[in-house]
Structure formats: C-alpha cells, structure tokens
C-alpha cells in the first residue's frame, strides 16, 4: 500500500558541484578570485529563481557584490529571491529595478525606506514578509534556505579563513544556513592577509574569496551627538530613570538607537548617581557599542555588553575595556547578531526606545503608507518572551502587576518584561506621535501583506512615556482602562484631546498615570546641563581619547 | 559633580593570562595536554566560586572532563557555578555532592531528575533558574558568562582546530561566550588527527586539548521503536493529523520525543497519504533526525530538517540524504542547538509533544515534587513567539480563531503559533495526566523558587488531544469555557469526572471540542497496522540499511 518513492537525495550537491565547476576558470590561487571577474563568477554561480542572501547588516555591507549583482546579465539571471537583513544602499533596490531580482524578504529598510515604498507600489518589489532579525535567521534553516550568500569580512587569508571581527554581525547565521545546505559562499574583503588577527569563519566555509577595489561601507548608525539632544528629550529620561528604571531595579537591558535613550545614558553618572542607583540599574547591556555609553562606562557602572554589530569609532575604546565587552584573544570585539537578538530576547529585564505611531489601543509602528522602514530588532526584543522561565526581581514586579495574568493562565504567578515606549506627542513637521489608526493598514494594502506590519503590539507594551507622564499599562484591568490611560498621555494629538480629566484624575490615583510631580521630578531641572557629556568632544574626553569619532561627528 | 572611577579594565585578561601561565607545564605540543594531566590542568585553570560550563548536552556529554572536574581537590575548588544544559550523567551531581560546586542553572535534567530533586531537599544544590536552551545561551552573553568552559569533540587536529560534527548541538554558543570574555576553553576529544573533515571551530577560540582514553557519551534520545507504540497512541496520532495538521495546514513543524509523534511519523506515508495531504503538511522540520521520520523521508514527503542534535545510528542516513539535512562539505550534518531553536521559536506553525500533568487552566508541567526534569526547549518552541512578523497559513487561521486577541490588541489582526499537548488522561501506574493544581508549586516550595516551574502557559496552548478528542483551546471566550474545554478531553480522571455534558454539547457544536466522531474518524481502523513500519527491522528496511540501531535496539 505505501509506494517509495525513487528520489535523487543529493541533487543540491550535484548542482553544487556544477555551478563551482563553470566558475574554477575565474580561480587564481586556492579560493581568490580577482574582482575584475566578479560579475563573470556571479553569473556562473547564480541561477534564476535563486534565494540570495546578500549581506546587508544594519552597519556593514557587501557593498561590492551588491554592485556586481547589479551588473549581471538579467537575461541570464532573473526572478532572484532576496533574503536579507537589511535594504539599506542604492544597489539593494537596483537589482530589482533591473529585473535581476523579485522577491524579498526582509528584517530593516530604514535608509530606503521611501524607495522601497515606492517599488511595492510599483510592482517591482514583491514582499515575503518583514521580520524581526532573529526570526529571519531561523527561517533561514527551515524554508528561506540561501542558494548563494554574499558576504563581507574585512580579511581573508590565502586559504579562505575570514576575519570578520568587530563587525561579525549576521555573518555566522548565513554562512552556515548557506554552506551546510549544499549552498555557495562568496566573500568580498578589504585585503587578502598571510596571517589573520583570528579567525571567526573557517575556510571550509567559505567558496571564494575576492579582495574588493575598496574597504565596505560601513554605516554609524548608533552615534548620537549629546549636542543635539533636547531639554524636553532630559525630562523624559529623567522620568523613566525614575519612574521605571528605579522602580523596577532594572539590571539588564537594551536601548533602542534615538536621543532618548542616549539621553538616559547621558543621565547615569550624574542623576543616576544622585538618585543612588549605581549598581542597582543597568550593570548589564545588550547593545552596540554606543559612544553615549562611554560616560556611564568610565564611571563603574557597566559589567558586561554584548553587542550586535559594532560602531564605527569605538574600535580602540572597546579593545581598551575587555572587562565590559566581549573581545576576542586578539583584541578585537566580536559582534554577533544572533546571539545578541537571543540575550535580547530572553536574557533582558527591559527593552526601551522610540517609534512613529502609537494607536489608541497601544500597537505601534514605524511604518507608513509611504515609507517601508522594517524593525529590525524591535519585535524580537520588546515582545514579551514567552519562553523566558528564569526570574529577576523587575520581571517578577511587572508580572505581578499585570492584571490580565489570572484571564490568561488562571492563579500561576508569572513574569513579564518590561517594553518601554518613549514617545513625544509630536515628531517631526507636526506629525502625531498617536494616532486613531496606524498608517500600518495602508501599508498592508498597498504591498499586499496578510496584515497590517506592527512593531510592537499592545499587550507587549509596558510603558508609554511622553513629556506628559508615563502610562503604566500592564496595570490596566481592561482594554477600555488601557485606552484611557494613552489618551491621558498624549497630549495634544487629537487622541489625547479626548481625555476625560475625571478618568485621568482617577488613573493617576491608582498608580496607573504619573505625572512628573507625581515622580516628584522637579521639571525645572530637565535641562542639558545634566547631561554628563554635552557634545562629542566630552566623549572623546571621557574616553581619554580612544573614542576617534567619525568625521562627520568631529566639529571642534 | 562627577567622578571618574580608577579601575581596571583588563582584569579578566590578566586573570586569564595568569591561570595560562600556571597551565602551561601540562602542554605537551601545541595546546595538547595529556589525558593523565587533567586534574591538575583543571586544578590550574579553574578558581573557587567561577562559573563553569561542563557541556552537557541532549546527546552528546564531556564525560571525561565532568569526571577529571569530580576529581579536583574541593578544599582548592569549591563554590563553582555551574551553567550548563543537561545535568545528565552522575558526575554532573557528584561535583555538588562532593563540594566543589554549590550552585546550578540549566535547561533539562531527565536521567537526573530524581536524585536533583533529592540534592535540592538536601541544600546540596542551590538552583539558580531552570530555564529553556536558547534562554539559558542568552544569559551566556549576559549575566552568566562562563569563566571556564569544558566542552567535547570527536576530533582535533595539533592546532586546537575541533570537528563537532554531526553532534555540533551546543558547543559553537558555550565556546562563543566564554571565550569572547576572556574565558577558558578546554575541550575532550576522542582522538587528535592530522586533518579535520572539516572544521567546526576554530583553533583561535580553544585552550587546550586532550584526547580522552575513551570515546565521549551519547545517548540516543530520540530512537522511538515503532514496536512499542500502542492502538491509543495510533487513535490520538490519527486525530492530530486530520483535527489539527490538515485542519491548519501544517507544513513547519517540531515533533516532541514521545511515542505520539513517533506514531504520527509513522502514519504520514499510510493515513497521511490516504487523506491526500502529501506536500500539504509536514514539508519542513526542525527536529533531531528521528529514525520514525525515515519511512516519511524515503516517500518524499520532507523537504528539508535541520537538526538541534544527532540521532545514534543516523550518521550514514542523514550523509546519504544531503537534500533534506544539513550535512557540510565533508559530508557530515552539523547540527546546531542555538540556531535550530532560534528557528522552532521563530519559524514554526506547530509545536507539538506530551507533558506530564494538565491543570484545571490548561497550564502544564514535567517538574514534580520528586523529580526535577527540566524542559529543554518546550517553553521556546511551545510558547506564542510574540516577536514573530511572517504570516502562514495556518499561523493566519489559529490567530483568526483566538477569541481573546480583540481583549488583548484591539482591531488588529494577528497570527499564533499552534502549540499542541498530546496527553493520555492516565500515564504509567495510573498517574492522572489532568489534576486541579500541578507539583511544580510544591517544587518551587521544596527549590526556593520564585515560581512555579511552568513548562507551558495555558495562553500559549491552543490544542489538547486526548483518546477522548480535542481541545480547541484557543476558540473558547474566556476561562470558565476553557476550563470546561479540558473537563471534556480529561476522561475519567477527577477533574474529567466534573465534566457537564449538555456543556460538552455546546461545545462539540462551537467546534470547540471534537470526538474522533466529530473529526470523522473510525476508531476500529486505530491500530498499529497503520503505521509505515512497525518495529526497528523495518525502519533499516526502509533506510535501504543506511540506519544502524544501536545495539540495544537490534532485536532481530
């Protein structure tokens, strides 16, 4: 009754083996290739229909095969299936303008965010979905398997070793997802050494090694000069130090990439301090290396950080603190985003940053009908995790606040994370930071997504905190409470028009709405002055010099 | 108003280059120690009160380094913290009896569970947390990053290059940790060879080296003989398949170790085949390679499995069947516990498996007052992953039937993830598998707990399969249905006894309880002659002899 099946079992292998046949001409020495035969080995080693994950990283890119991949034949080559982290340069979208590629799936967009709108509408994109960094990566191991991966490290040795080091980022996850389903590894690196510093990808790994015509781009995308930060972005930081960050105990933690955050940073050695929460707050981190950090660092309050990516200027500082980051027996730090995604999601107290738009119900997101941004990290960090089983005293506090725990699980105490929005109730050109429905639906409809792409949702969220006060959420009995205590932080946005000041009276009894007085923070003191660093050059200073700012950041 | 602290920042480097130093007499070549020097190289390296990770995995074990760490002189080393996945061998609780080690966090404790639960009675052990593997990897990076790691592979070369091999499973994250914060890292393997297949990990990342007198442990945990499975588990796998697999349209999937899915295994090519399902369930995995999935292979109903760990006796099978795992270029699988539930959290419609007890809510747990078991990775993959962006099929449908999501997010859509408990209503020497309040509160009363060790949250499950029928969790409108929903599944336990039938009724016609006569499913056909092989003979049959048993399951 049950037929077997006459199957090939090593079809990939044998067409593995073809595709490395037709590109041995291109093969100088062991597995280098020279870069003017990188077009040539693409078009012998990729096929239509292909998944390709080029490596876009939300800092280091393959910037050179991401140009060759646009050159290749789109006769030859066509109908590619993109499966990366990051659109984040020209040369990720051309290869779709040129009909080399179809298809994408995806983590962040943020550089091309408008662009990439602009393609879906056009039909010359089609999205998959938009994940959350570590949900990509899993997918990679079960049905978003890379065919062809495109990667970067900054040196190669003459067998094919990588160092990819300070910036090793998603590089583990494809290769190994890559080569370990009979898939093709390409390299492109800054030079070709004798010996390397160490080595983070094995050889066997990796199929061909090209020395690019120039080093890869590399994006400083977590600096935030303090200079630009605001008074009211002081007040906030000062609010959810003490209305969250104390309260709580919050010991380990991830900061989201805006001035918020850096301001909070900027506030521990001096109001932090004075609030005497050193050692009882933010002893560990799961971060890049942010330079805002340096002040908090140099002063004794960090154990231990383990970063994603790295940060274009630290190199040397974060070399000089092996205490607090995780650097590798040469020196350098070892960045890797799978492992800091999983600490992000199951090993921290707390996740807190920014978004565009908060709905009345509490879902927010950075989408909007005219810019495909993506999230990157944030789902998979400020989402509840619900596998977590270990305790910590802020995770116990916030579950046992959390009223709806008995409608879920009956009479078990359980935990839950802390996910911190900090909101203003206007950004930019006026634009609402709260609105009645995200623009998120319009997106939906416009790309074709089965729903609508939502950063975080409501029942994730802990904490909103605007210059109103902060809303304590996971306190709420139901969603009518919830809804009311966002209105009563959202100022003057036509949501928060619809205050009732009664209901509001009402929720800051309950501990549900504070106000600054009710933090008792003295709001003439939210000014820059508090700020322990208040420009670049003082970071550069705290640093005792090892910080070297980019360029751009360097205005003394 | 701010001061700068004095501190050093290469503490830990100095620590590391001083315990090196006082190691350095036990090198014979390279990093090569010899097996009879291991105390005294672990005497060297180890201090008192560091936190230690013995490797300790599913299968695989540092068999001779957890011994050699029993062996150590516990007025020299005491206080150790031990970080490890599986407390499995009597070695790995010896340490504690023996007053080296005093406190533990891990993930899964099953060969153990009985004498941890006595050491815990006895304060010989302090537990830290249970946690789930990716959690507990997490903290790797975060606030339990191991000093010392003591890890296992079948090979080395004379550089310190290791071959992990087809049993990889944890050895790429404890290594990652503990190394990149100036960690120690030695490794047992069965022999040193000139070349590697291939390399799994780098010479860079490892300390010393010893080839053991002996090959390393492993069991063979996930070797199901077909001839043990029963009609009810044949009735229960028939009802999973077409109540919830067809139902959904399951096509991502993680089976847990039990005799259930082994039978549902088996009955993929016969019933599965016979309700047409073929390439519309079950096309991709993450699962270890279970011998009950070969007859499923070998009828071209798998696509691709990537693997947390190996299977003893599956080595030949998985090389020969290079389309569907992840084999490298030497031909071999890697498996990789970090990344393989990075993708059972992310990537997967379904979590199915068996529990020990159900209570009245629907929240479950393997921990009793007698037995720490552990959970492994149940609470990563059979929770709702909240961070998960990609839609399904069948993730969008159980999301479209969760009655409680407008309570909890609004108008939003959102998917769930199906987390499926297959449970008999009585276990072995009639153990009910429902009761009014689970062990693991006397548990955490017995360990100090701060909570009840949960395996998996009532909010998470969303199916419960009984020989009585199914459970559709997720559908009912709030508690009081969902606890009459599991009255109705629970047979003749105490809690089943309390069952209302015109209750049951109403809940047959909401589709919220189904009976094998509500699925359409004759019950006189649930017997073993469906299954695709009915014992070990036939599973090597239908491997065309690649399978090799281990010798204890050679029973012909």
Not at 183 to 201: C, H
């Amino acid at each position: 009754m049950i037929t077997q099946v006459e199957q090939e079992w090593d079809s990939l292998k044998k067409d593995y083996q073809e595709r490395i046949q037709s590109a041995k001409q291109y093969i100088q020495t062991g597995k280098i290739v020279d870069s003017k035969d990188t077009v040539s080995l693409l078009e012998a080693v990729i096929k239509s229909g292909d998944k390709v994950s080029l490596e876009g990283n939300n800092q280091k890119q393959a910037d050179f095969l991401a140009e060759a991949l646009c050159k290749v034949d789109p006769g030859k080559i066509h109908d590619l299936h993109m499966v990366q982290s990051v659109i984040a340069l020209d040369s990720h979208l051309d290869v779709f303008e040129k009909g080399i590629a179809k298809k994408l799936d995806f983590s962040f967009s943020g550089p091309q965010a408008g662009r990439l709108a602009k393609f879906v509408n056009d039909g010359k994109v089609q999205i998959g979905a938009i994940h959350t960094y570590l949900e990509l990566f899993g997918r990679f191991f079960v049905d978003l398997t890379p065919r062809v991966a495109l990667i970067v490290a900054y040196q190669a040795d003459k067998d094919g070793n990588l160092y990819t080091g300070f910036n090793t980022e998603d590089t583990p996850a494809i290769v190994e997802a890559t080569k370990f389903k009979q898939g093709i590894v390409i390299a492109q690196v800054n030079e070709v050494v004798d010996k390397l510093p160490r080595i983070d990808i094995p050889a066997d790994w990796v199929d061909f090694v090209i020395e690019a015509p120039k080093p890869f781009y590399i994006e400083p995308l977590f600096t935030r000069d303090p200079a630009l930060i605001t008074d009211a972005q002081v007040l906030r930081a000062m609010m959810a130090i003490k209305g969250i960050y104390a309260e709580y105990g919050v010991q380990r933690v991830n900061h989201g990439v805006g001035f918020d955050t850096a301001a909070i940073e900027l506030l521990l050695p001096t109001y932090g301090e004075e609030l005497g929460l050193k050692g009882e707050i933010c002893s560990y981190f799961v971060l890049n290396p942010h330079p805002a950090l340096i002040p908090a660092i140099e002063s004794g309050w960090v154990k231990s950080i383990h970063s994603f990516g790295g940060e274009l200027g630290m190199e040397k500082y974060v070399s000089e603190r092996s205490d607090v980051f995780f650097n590798g027996p040469d020196g350098s730090m070892r960045s890797n985003r799978a492992f800091a995604q999983a600490a992000g999601h199951y090993a921290l107290d707390m996740f807190i940053g920014g978004t565009l738009q908060i709905d009345k119900y509490g879902n927010s997101s950075t989408a909007t009908a005219s810019r495909v941004t993506g999230f990157g990290g944030a789902p998979n960090m400020g989402c509840d995790a619900k596998g977590r089983r270990h305790a910590t005293d802020s995770w116990l506090k916030a579950g046992e606040e959390y009223s709806t725990n008995e409608q879920l699980i009956g009479d078990l105490p359980r935990g839950k994370k802390l996910v911190v929005q900090l909101q203003e109730t206007f950004r930019e050109k006026l634009a609402p930071g709260f609105v009645e429905k995200l623009d998120a639906w319009k997106l939906a409809e416009n790309a074709d997504l089965a729903i609508p792409p939502v950063m975080i949702y409501s029942d994730d969220v802990t904490h909103i905190v605007t210059e109103e006060g902060i809303a304590y959420l996971h306190k709420c009995s139901d969603m009518n409470e919830r809804m009311a205590a966002i209105r009563a932080v959202a100022g003057y946005t036509t949501l928060g028009l619809e205050e009732d000041s009664n209901e509001t009276l009402t929720l800051r009894q309950k501990g549900i709405v504070k106000t600054p007085e009710d933090l008792g923070i003295d709001v003439s003191r939210a000014n820059r002055s508090l700020l322990a660093a208040k420009n670049m050059k003082e970071l550069v200073e705290w640093s005792k010099g090892l910080y070297e700012p980019p360029a751009k950041y360097r205005n003394w």
